[in-house]
């Protein structure tokens, strides 16, 4: 008796990536910015730990300075963000973050600020976690090519093993997430305080960060260029073979 397999669908597949995505994520410092005139100003130390990322949990828009650098950051909600900003090399920094925001369709004005963060991810996790991130998007957006990139996808997840999440890194990638949480994680702290889910325990970054790099990177740049591969000669035999099978085809029928 043989026994099937069904893949993953898109939304499994993107339930899965969201809770890797919060595995990645190894610590969480909050960043205290004051007001300074007409931005809000502060200073950080950046620790020598896993991938260090700024998160700027803001609504509207604004410009973040980090030292001598400028950064825009945005989040209109559905129309789209750009809130996160590479944090390195680690060091004392100085921050400012000045705010402006958008008017909306009927002349409204909205803005909002509920913190600033530096993140620190487990890098090769996280790599991998952008990386399927953007093969996912375009599985979703191209019905044609969707059951090849889902087959691709789903064997660069099955190398990844996740026993376990912490209540923490939950209660933080719903937050400042990536890949779209699942509806039952968010209603997760809408029942309970995550005090209460303690019990719950971070992975094994070694192991995790291991099986990204070792396994699933590899598995999805395989993968993708075996598609490509296979693709390019579908076309050239579309382009070069087929008229001479309707060339020989219209000979034998003569």
């Known amino acids: 008796m043989s026994v ?7 939304v499994s597949v993107r339930t899965k990536l969201f809770y890797l995505e919060a595995a990645s994520i190894m610590g969480v410092d909050a960043v205290n910015l004051e007001a ?3 931005a809000l100003c502060g200073s950080v130390t950046v ?9 700027v949990d803001v609504v509207g828009e604004g410009t973040l300075r ?8 945005f989040n209109y909600g559905d129309e789209g963000e750009s809130r996160w900003v590479r944090a390195s090399p680690p060091g004392r920094h100085s921050l400012s973050l000045v705010l402006s925001p958008p008017v909306r369709m009927f002349g409204e004005r909205r803005v909002g600020f509920n913190g600033i963060y530096v993140v620190y991810r487990e ?3 996280f790599n991998f976690v952008l990386r399927t991130k953007l093969l996912l998007d375009v599985a979703e957006a191209f019905e044609d090519l969707r059951a090849d990139y889902l087959k691709v996808l789903n064997d660069a997840l099955d190398v990844i093993s996740l026993d376990s999440v912490a209540n923490w890194q939950l209660e933080f990638a719903v ?3 990536i890949v779209e949480p699942p509806g039952f994680v968010r209603d997760l702290f809408n029942y309970y305080d995550p005090k209460e889910l303690t019990h719950l325990r971070p992975p094994d970054f070694g192991e995790l960060g291991r ?8 598995i999805l740049e395989e993968g993708v260029e075996g598609l490509r591969v296979r693709r390019a000669l579908g076309v050239l035999f579309m382009w070069l073979v087929m008229p001479i099978l309707t060339l020989v085809g219209c000979g034998i029928g003569t």
């Open 4 to 10: 099937g397999f069904n893949l993953r669908d898109a």
């Open 36 to 38: 300074c005139g007409g």
């Open 47 to 55: 620790r020598d730990f896993g991938e260090p990322w700024f998160f």
């Open 66 to 73: 980090v030292d001598d650098l400028q950064f825009a950051v």
């Open 123 to 125: 890098p090769s996790l």
């Open 175 to 177: 937050k400042a997430h």
């Open 211 to 218: 099986a990204a790099r070792e396994g699933g990177v590899r």
